[in-house]
């Protein structure tokens, strides 16, 4: 009778053949590390990037739980060859050769607050993963999930500068919930499967920084005023909608990791040298005078190919860009102070 071993002992199992290998005629894949893999987004992410076939070898990470998730996730006869690490002495492992990092590791709001009440905790644990990154993984893509997004992508890329391994290019605060929200409340607007609609989102990622540009939705079509002012606020306060359903068991888990497993797809999709892969990130940027925006990026080998113009405002998105910079300004300057200071 033989004992499956646990997972993280795999590749010391000299019976399976081949257990820690790609299967034969597997396409050349990335390494992708998930840092917070146990968590509400991390384990359905870890599922979902399992499934990818661009991956080949998928690392998870996180200070609780990993074996087990690991253990589970490494039962499905996908592509990707997984393995788990648990704790701060194995972060180095767990990010060694990874092509591409993703943050989702960090406490989630209970109702009642902001995002940038997660600050306090967040910005430490941002602050460690990506000196992690700095020093064993420089030249990795690292997607931010954890909030608020609006000072942890300021945080990372100061950690990054300090570490002088900063290169913008490969620094993107994760906005895709937002955008795929926008996408299935138009479609139930307009009654149209929300597969064939496309919302840019832009500002940042949280309250009035989120701004769809509805007046830029692919297929042209256009909205009463008051259908306007529905899907705003719904798009907005989508995240706050979700956190008080949970009623304090934490914020958006299945459709963020849905919308993460996007996003990073894009991401593999434009290091795998495919051609026009766009999405609306959280970037540096100088699309305004801020130095970080989410607007429409095209993503390549190297990241970040180009940061796409925002294209012609209606008054209305005019004044909420206004508004949005204000509180961007603020996210960003205290995101940059927590690492200088
Ligand atoms: P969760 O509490 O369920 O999971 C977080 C995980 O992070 C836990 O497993 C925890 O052990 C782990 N963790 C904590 N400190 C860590 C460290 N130093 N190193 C590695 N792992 C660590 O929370 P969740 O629901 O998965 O949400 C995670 C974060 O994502 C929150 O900050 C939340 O606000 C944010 N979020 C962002 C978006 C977005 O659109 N960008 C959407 C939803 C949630
Ligand atoms: C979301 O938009 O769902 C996330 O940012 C989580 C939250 O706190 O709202």
């Given at each position: 009778?033989?004992?499956?071993?646990?997972?993280?002992?795999?590749?010391?199992?000299?019976?399976?053949?081949?257990?820690?290998?790609?299967?034969?005629?597997?396409?050349?894949?990335?390494?992708?590390a998930i840092l917070g893999a146990s968590?509400?987004?991390?384990?359905?992410?870890?599922?979902?990037?399992?499934?990818?076939?661009?991956?080949?070898?998928?690392?998870?990470?996180?200070?609780?739980?990993?074996?087990?998730?690991?253990?589970?996730?490494?039962?499905?006869?996908?592509?990707?060859?997984?393995?788990?690490?648990?704790?701060?002495?194995?972060?180095?492992?767990?990010?060694?050769?990874?092509?591409?990092?993703?943050?989702?590791a960090g406490i989630p709001r209970k109702?009642?607050?902001?995002?940038?009440?997660?600050?306090?905790?967040?910005?430490?644990?941002?602050?460690?993963?990506?000196?992690?990154?700095?020093?064993?993984?420089?030249?990795?893509?690292?997607?931010?999930?954890?909030?608020?997004?609006?000072?942890?992508?300021?945080?990372?890329?100061?950690?990054?500068?300090?570490?002088?391994?900063?290169?913008?290019?490969?620094?993107?605060?994760?906005?895709?919930?937002?955008?795929?929200?926008?996408?299935?409340?138009?479609?139930?607007?307009?009654?149209?499967?929300?597969?064939?609609?496309?919302?840019?989102?832009?500002?940042?990622?949280?309250?009035?920084?989120?701004?769809?540009?509805?007046?830029?939705?692919?297929?042209?079509?256009?909205?009463?005023?008051?259908?306007?002012?529905?899907?705003?606020?719904?798009?907005?306060?989508?995240?706050?909608?979700?956190?008080?359903?949970?009623?304090?068991?934490?914020?958006?888990?299945?459709?963020?990791?849905?919308?993460?497993?996007?996003?990073?797809?894009?991401?593999?999709?434009?290091?795998?040298?495919?051609?026009?892969?766009?999405?609306?990130?959280?970037?540096?940027?100088?699309?305004?005078?801020?130095?970080?925006?989410?607007?429409?990026?095209?993503?390549?080998?190297?990241?970040?190919?180009?940061?796409?113009?925002?294209?012609?405002?209606?008054?209305?998105?005019?004044?909420?860009?206004?508004?949005?910079?204000?509180?961007?300004?603020?996210?960003?300057?205290?995101?940059v102070a927590f690492i200088n200071k």
């Amino acid at each position: 009778h033989l004992r499956p071993p646990p997972a993280s002992q795999m590749e010391e199992v000299s019976l399976l053949r081949g257990s820690n290998c790609r299967a034969k005629g597997a396409a050349p894949g990335f390494k992708v590390a998930i840092l917070g893999a146990s968590g509400g987004i991390g384990q359905p992410l870890a599922l979902l990037m399992k499934m990818n076939p661009l991956v080949s070898l998928l690392h998870l990470y996180d200070v609780v739980n990993t074996p087990g998730v690991t253990a589970d996730i490494s039962h499905m006869n996908t592509g990707a060859v997984v393995r788990g690490f648990l704790g701060q002495p194995q972060l180095e492992n767990a990010l060694t050769g990874m092509d591409l990092v993703i943050i989702p590791a960090g406490i989630p709001r209970k109702p009642g607050m902001t995002r940038d009440d997660l600050f306090k905790i967040n910005a430490g644990i941002v602050r460690t993963l990506c000196e992690g990154v700095a020093k064993f993984c420089p030249k990795a893509i690292v997607n931010v999930i954890s909030n608020p997004v609006n000072s942890t992508v300021p945080i990372a890329a100061e950690v990054f500068k300090k570490a002088g391994t900063y290169d913008p290019k490969r620094l993107l605060g994760v906005t895709t919930l937002d955008v795929v929200r926008a996408n299935t409340f138009v479609g139930e607007v307009l009654g149209l499967d929300p597969r064939d609609v496309n919302v840019p989102v832009i500002g940042g990622h949280a309250g009035v920084t989120i701004l769809p540009l509805l007046s830029q939705v692919n297929p042209p079509c256009s909205f009463t005023s008051e259908e306007i002012s529905y899907l705003t606020t719904h798009i907005q306060n989508g995240g706050t909608e979700v956190v008080e359903a949970k009623a304090g068991a934490g914020s958006a888990t299945l459709s963020m990791a849905y919308a993460a497993a996007k996003f990073a797809d894009a991401c593999l999709r434009g290091l795998h040298g495919d051609a026009g892969v766009v999405e609306c990130s959280y970037v540096a940027s100088q699309v305004t005078e801020l130095p970080f925006f989410a607007s429409k990026v095209r993503l390549g080998r190297c990241g970040i190919e180009e940061i796409l113009s925002l294209g012609p405002l209606n008054e209305f998105e005019r004044a909420g860009l206004e508004k949005a910079k204000k509180e961007l300004a603020e996210s960003i300057q205290k995101g940059v102070a927590f690492i200088n200071k």
